[in-house]
């Protein structure tokens, strides 16, 4: 029986993932701000990831379990919005859970780590892309932390501990539904944007209209942490628009979003 650590237990992803271990018969220890509403066969400690000290206490107390043979890297946060707009706290909290919050887990984690430890970290299939327009928050901590696992990686293949990268398209948690609120909140809310929010919804709505289960998800992730040689990297779910839009020569990218996106004039012409 191997023992894990998921963060983001109570999450859409999270839950998945510890209930996919569980049934295989490993034992699950979950991290999340809160304890499950409902009794799990898999244990969750409130912490907090931007706090050192609450994490270092739920490390004492998963310490107590012995080692793990991986770490899952599943919570997350998803933010939609303007980068001149967004408050200072807001920006640097989305970096403080996406990024710093698996940092600090893997160097408190890794002193427990069963010889041929595995860490899953999972980015987004934003994170090689160029980001589309007010995502840009979301897509950059993705980004860097898909950056951040290719060091870790290198690094860590010394010590005989693979590092696996998972970037999935859209996947049907409670994600999805934040993301439709904060694209509603921005399109009230900006002062500098003249957006066409009904055409950007439409965008947003493509990309996520084809979103699989978390179960498939959390099957990505068993695989990882079981073969004998995992992929260093699993995409899943990949868009195809997001895809030919990336295959654009950078200018024209920006001319197709500028297109779409400008309100018209009273001619019917789009604002330059």
Same mark, same amino acid.
């Given at each position: ?6 963060? !983001? ?6 839950? %998945? ?14 991290? *999340? ?14 912490? *907090? &990831? ?15 379990? +012995? ?19 967004? !408050? ?20 408190? %984690? ?5 010889? +041929? ?14 980001? &589309?327009?007010?995502? +840009? $928050?979301?897509? $950059?901590?993705? @980004? %860097? ?14 010590? +005989?501990?693979?590092?696996? @990268? ?6 049907? @948690? ?24 009904? =055409? ?41 628009? #997001?895809?030919?839009?990336?295959? &654009?020569?950078?200018?024209?990218? #920006?001319?197709?979003?500028? =297109? ?13």
């Amino acid at each position: 029986m191997a023992r894990y650590l998921v963060t !983001g237990a109570n999450g859409g992803m999270g839950r %998945a993932i510890c209930r996919a271990l569980t049934d295989r018969g490993d034992e699950v220890v979950g991290i *999340d701000l809160k304890a499950p509403e409902e009794a799990t066969p898999w244990t969750v400690i409130p912490a *907090d &990831l931007c706090d050192s000290a609450s994490l270092a206490a739920a490390f004492d107390a998963i310490a107590a379990g +012995g080692r793990l043979d991986g770490v899952i890297h599943a919570a997350g946060l998803y933010d939609l919005g303007s980068l001149v707009e967004m !408050g200072e706290a807001e920006f640097l909290r989305i970096f403080n859970v996406n990024l710093f919050g698996a940092y600090r887990v893997n160097r408190l %984690a890794l002193p427990f780590f069963a010889p +041929g430890a595995r860490i899953v970290l999972i980015t987004s299939e934003l994170a090689p892309l160029d980001p &589309l327009p007010f995502t +840009g $928050i979301y897509a $950059i901590t993705k @980004t %860097a932390l898909d950056a951040y696992a290719d060091a870790l990686r290198m690094e860590l293949q010394l010590l +005989g501990y693979p590092v696996v @990268t998972i970037r999935p398209g859209a996947v049907d @948690t409670g994600m999805l539904p934040a993301s439709t609120a904060a694209l509603e909140r921005f399109c009230a809310s900006t002062g500098l944007y003249g957006v066409n929010a009904a =055409r950007f919804r439409e965008i947003v709505d493509r990309v996520e209209a084809k979103k699989v289960p978390p179960e498939r998800l959390a099957r990505v992730v068993t695989r990882a942490l079981t073969v004998r040689r995992p992929k260093l990297v699993y995409a899943l779910n990949r868009n195809p628009l #997001l895809r030919l839009l990336d295959l &654009l020569p950078r200018r024209l990218q #920006l001319a197709v979003i500028r =297109r779409i996106l400008k309100k018209p004039n009273k001619n019917g012409e789009n604002k330059r």
